[in-house]
């Protein structure tokens, strides 16, 4: 079930699937993966998962350019809780939450992990 956390809705899931999966999965209810623009979503989305999980951020169009799934540039939102040495590769072009201190790591987008989608609220019951 989803949960609600300051007016979005958000729903964990455990089963892995690549970042596209995910994205798609998210779609289908209508919303997208995770996006943490804030510290105090950072940390709801760490307490409400137990692993690591996709975010909805990506540098898939131009290389170390962090954009959310939402179209806005990280930069922009003036935060991010990336791991002192991360992003490191140029190859890994997704983002997830570590479960070990709720930072974010760079990573490959073929990997398996859990996910969170979140949807706007009214858009799924």
Known sequence: DYVQFNGVCYKNFAREKTNGEARQRCAEDGGVIAMPKDNATNTFLS???DGRRWLGITDTGCEGQWV???????ESSGFSNWNPDQPNNSDEDCAVLSSDGFVWMDTRCGYNRGFVCRVDQGKKT
């Open 68 to 74: 959310f799934e939402d179209g806005q540039a990280m």
């Open 47 to 49: 307490d409400l998962t």
